[in-house]
């Protein structure tokens, strides 16, 4: 099975921190991605990396980083949270065996007051 | 956290009924379609895929329907249980796109009555 671990599953920050998201895969696949979900906007990709210390911009980057030094590790970034970034947060990973089907963490649950 | 099942079309069925979610696809170019499953709380689950070369796809309790004239596709559920109390929501990919990009639905939530 695969296995994409979200190391923090609830986080509360303050307007301004600096917060780390930390995603970790286990099956050797290429292709991370992170999204952020919102209720009645569905998934919005954030940003997602192809091979280690590679990124792309998905649809929403504007506010956030990303960091890709190992291959199984992505790492999202805001630089300095906001409230609207108040959100739960998906990080997932590609497997190639079946197509573009795309696997998904637990989520991080964050709160910006 | 807000539940993401918040403002969502819902459907309600009774526990043992076969349940049927629909999801109308954007992209005719589009060759691979998924469904997943989220319950509350947690990140989204895979239940199945179909490619555009087929047009039904079956698995434990749940199959898949694809229709290609109308880019509609749809979910249903055999004898549905109260486990399967969820918010469901479709995913299409086409080749060419962003790597890895698939464009999701907003999604449906399945309430299951005991």
């Known amino acids: 099975d695969v296995k994409v671990t979200q190391s923090s599953r609830y986080l509360v920050k303050r307007t301004g921190e600096k917060v780390f998201l930390e995603c970790v895969q286990d099956?050797?696949?290429?292709?991370m991605f992170w999204y952020r979900q919102d209720p009645g906007l569905g998934l919005r990709l954030i940003y997602f990396?192809?091979?280690?210390?590679?990124?792309e911009k998905g649809d929403i980057p504007e506010g956030y980083s990303v960091s890709r030094e190992k291959k199984e590790r992505f790492s999202l970034i805001l630089e300095s949270a906001s409230t609207n970034q108040t959100s739960m947060y998906l990080c997932?990973?590609?497997?190639?065996?079946?197509?573009?089907?795309?696997?998904f963490g637990e989520g991080s649950w964050l709160t910006v007051v | 956290g807000e539940s993401v099942g918040l403002h969502l079309p819902t459907l309600s069925v009774q526990e043992g009924d076969n349940s049927i979610i629909n999801c109308a696809y954007s992209?005719?170019?589009?060759?691979?379609f998924i469904w997943y499953k989220q319950e509350s709380g947690k990140g989204p689950q895979f239940i199945i895929d179909?490619?555009?070369?087929?047009d039904k796809r079956q698995g434990q309790r749940v199959t898949v329907l694809l229709n290609k004239t109308v880019k509609h596709l749809s979910l249903q559920i055999a004898a549905t249980q109260p486990g399967d109390s969820a918010v469901y929501f479709c995913?299409?990919?086409?080749?060419?796109?962003?790597?890895?990009?698939?464009?999701f639905g907003k999604g449906t939530k399945l309430s299951v009555k005991p």
């Open positions: 990396s192809y091979d280690v210390k590679m990124k």
């Open positions: 995913a299409e990919n086409f080749y060419g796109g962003s790597q890895g990009n698939l464009i």
């Open positions: 992209n005719s170019a589009s060759d691979y």
């Open positions: 179909i490619r555009s070369n087929m």
């Open positions: 099956m050797d696949h290429e292709n």
């Open positions: 997932a990973t590609l497997t190639e065996f079946s197509g573009n089907t795309i696997y």
